[in-house]
């Protein structure tokens, strides 16, 4: 009996003390610069709903009548990750869409400590939406929201928060929290899968996140009048390809797209296809916010952007 009970204190002891850091990432550096996106750009401090201190980058398109907002992964930041947010942006203003660039909590330079699965992150979604609106002077339904990753599933989840925000692309993102950190947990806890109940109860018990309520595809299913672009890779380890198919099968909005793009892992869609990527999401948001007001992005925009960053 003593043993049994001495396994049991080390296997909660063992799971509390993961579940405490690997919900905290390394800070990656912010790289490639703003000047590779933009000759231009303004760098932007704002609160997330809850006070959280957000840092960013803003790109102005003068008179556009639309903006983007780039939601990026864990354990990345505003510009740092396989997903190419810079190039995206870049791609984005240069078809006319002011883009805010910005660094979740517990990420680049915000503040906070750890990330949440998508149960925090939209209340810093929400923040990003309304700094962006504010500065290009638009409503809030017209900026556009593209998320991947833990991105894309906070941005379903911000969807929850709030439905009148504008259109949602997501790439790689998950169906279900509990279903990925089960599929995905052993990549980042190097533990046996058997640890991985002990470390969400742990998680759940003494850091207040129950990834139970994190279920992107009920947000899906709740919301048929609105549409959604789903981007999934065929070769994701880290997401798998299913989650882009319960996506997609949540909602029934016929407007609603599932883009499966082949021989691609976890947000490489964009690096290996992207003049599909471009397609695909230009045309999408372009349904959804209209395509009869060109905007000419300025000339150190267009430079940048044939620069390559």
Not at 234 to 245: A, S
Not at 291 to 297: F, G, M, S
Request: glycine fraction near 8%; charged fraction near 20%; charge should be negative.
């Amino acid at each position: 009996m003593a043993i049994i009970a001495a396994a049991l204190v080390a296997y909660f002891a063992i799971s509390f003390r993961v579940a405490e850091t690997v919900t905290q990432v390394e800070r990656v550096p912010l790289d490639p610069p703003a000047s590779s996106i933009a000759a231009t750009h303004d760098d932007v401090t704002f609160n997330s709903r809850d006070g959280i201190v957000l840092k960013g980058w803003w790109f102005a398109v003068p008179r556009a009548d639309r903006a983007a907002v780039i939601v990026h992964g864990r354990g990345r930041n505003r510009v740092n990750s396989d997903f190419m947010p810079a190039a995206i942006a870049r791609l984005l203003l240069v078809h006319g869409y002011s883009v805010l660039l910005f660094d979740l909590r517990g990420h680049g330079e915000s503040g906070g400590t750890r990330y949440t699965l998508g149960i925090e992150e939209p209340r810093d979604i929400l923040a990003a939406i309304d700094l962006a609106a504010n500065r290009a002077d638009i409503e809030r339904a017209r900026v556009a929201v593209i998320g991947e990753s833990l991105g894309g599933g906070s941005v379903l989840m911000t969807v929850q928060a709030d439905p009148t925000i504008g259109p949602v692309v997501t790439d790689s993102a998950f169906a279900d929290g509990n279903t990925v950190v089960s599929e995905s947990a052993t990549k980042y806890t190097n533990l046996p899968s058997w640890f991985t109940p002990g470390i969400v109860l742990m998680a759940r018990l003494f850091l207040g996140l129950d990834i139970s309520k994190v279920t992107p595809s009920k947000v899906v299913a709740a919301h048929p009048e609105r549409p959604f672009l789903f981007i999934e890779c065929t070769d994701d380890t880290t997401v798998p390809l299913h989650h882009g198919f319960d996506l997609k099968a949540a909602s029934a909005n016929p407007g609603t797209e599932l883009w499966i793009v082949p021989g691609c892992e976890h947000v490489m869609a964009f690096a290996t296809h992207p003049d599909e990527w471009a397609q695909h999401v230009l045309t999408f948001l372009g349904r959804e916010l209209g395509t009869d007001k060109p905007v000419v992005a300025p000339a150190g925009i267009l430079a940048a952007s044939r620069r390559g960053g």
